[in-house]
Each structure stands twice: as structure tokens, then as C-alpha cells.
């Protein structure tokens, strides 16, 4: 209707005037405590990521040795790139549920203004916290290769 889209209307102007006097006012850096909330905000998924792929990778790529690469005769290297082949697709997969069960574990978004965002300081403590927990992720990730000494041993033995 004419009413709804005026009024809409009225409120977008609205906004883009606060959007402009808030340009004009110089923006604090985000705090300190508002830095660790953006630091395990970034952090906690890319755990969950980390460890996802480290494990399927693992898993996949000893399976793929031990199976096809016995038959076709392809070499560790090659069982290991197949493997990450398979843990790249189960990570687009699963990037959805990794975010959901992250949220659900009560970690809100960081309270900051877009400029707050935008700054320095609270882009690399997103980046801190990913590369961090990527690397905890993975290092968790590493768990099935306490399970897989048997095989190896075995098919050393065959060749």
C-alpha cells in the first residue's frame, strides 16, 4: 500500500540521517572484553571445523589407502590428498551444523557499532581467534590416528 511504502520511506531517510551523524562522530575501539567476546565469537566454530576436517581426513584418507590404494597401487601422498578431498566436501556439508551447534552453545554476536566492527583491533581478533581455533580443532582432530597403528602395520607387512 501507498501508507506502508511512505512511511517505510520515511524510515529509511530516518536511518540514513543517523547512518550520516554517526560518520561524523569519532567511534571508540572496541574494548577490551569486547575483543575476547569477537575473539571466542570466531574462535569456537572454527574448532568444530578444524577438528571435523582434521578427523574425516584422517579416517577417509587411510580407508582410501587401504582400499583402493592397495588395488590401484596409488602412494600415501595421493591417499592423503583423496582423503582431503572427502573432508573438504563433509565440511560444506557440515558448515551448517558446526554454526547452529555453536550458536546453540549461547555465544552471541559481539555488541559493536559497524565502525567498531570495521576497526583494526576487532578484525584481527576474528582472525586470531580463527587461526586458533583451527589449530585446537585439529589438533583434537588428530584423536583417529590413535586408532589406525594396526592397519599400517599390516599393510607394510603384505608389501
Same mark, same amino acid.
Request: proline residues 5%; negative net charge; contains cysteine.
Given at each position: ?5 511512505s512511511c517505510l520511506l ?37 574448532? +568444530?571445523?578444524?577438528?571435523? !576436517?582434521?578427523?574425516?581426513?584422517? =579416517?577417509?584418507?587411510? /580407508?582410501?589407502? @587401504? #582400499? ?20 573438504d566436501l563433509a565440511g ?13 552453545? +549461547?555465544?552471541?554476536?559481539? !555488541?559493536?557499532?559497524?565502525?567498531? =566492527?570495521?576497526?583494526? /583491533?576487532?578484525? @584481527? #581478533?576474528?582472525?586470531?581467534g580463527k587461526a586458533i ?27
Open positions: 500500500h501507498s501508507t506502508e511504502r520515511r524510515e529509511l531517510h530516518r536511518f540514513e540521517s543517523i547512518a550520516i551523524a554517526q560518520e561524523k562522530l569519532e567511534v571508540a575501539p572496541p574494548s577490551p572484553g569486547q575483543l575476547k567476546h569477537v575473539f571466542f565469537h570466531n574462535a569456537l566454530p572454527f574448532v +568444530g571445523f578444524g577438528f571435523l !576436517d582434521n578427523a574425516i581426513m584422517i =579416517a577417509a584418507g587411510t /580407508q582410501i589407502e @587401504l #582400499s583402493i590404494g592397495v588395488v590401484l597401487g596409488i602412494s600415501t601422498m595421493a591417499g592423503a590428498a583423496l582423503g582431503n578431498l572427502v573432508s560444506l556439508g557440515l558448515a551448517g551444523y558446526v554454526e547452529a551447534l555453536a550458536s546453540r552453545l +549461547g555465544l552471541s554476536i559481539p !555488541d559493536l557499532t559497524p565502525k567498531q =566492527a570495521d576497526m583494526w /583491533q576487532t578484525r @584481527l #581478533s576474528a582472525h586470531l581455533g583451527v589449530t585446537i580443532g585439529c589438533i583434537l582432530g588428530m584423536f583417529p590416528l590413535l586408532f589406525f597403528g594396526d592397519e599400517e602395520e599390516k599393510l607394510e607387512e603384505k608389501n
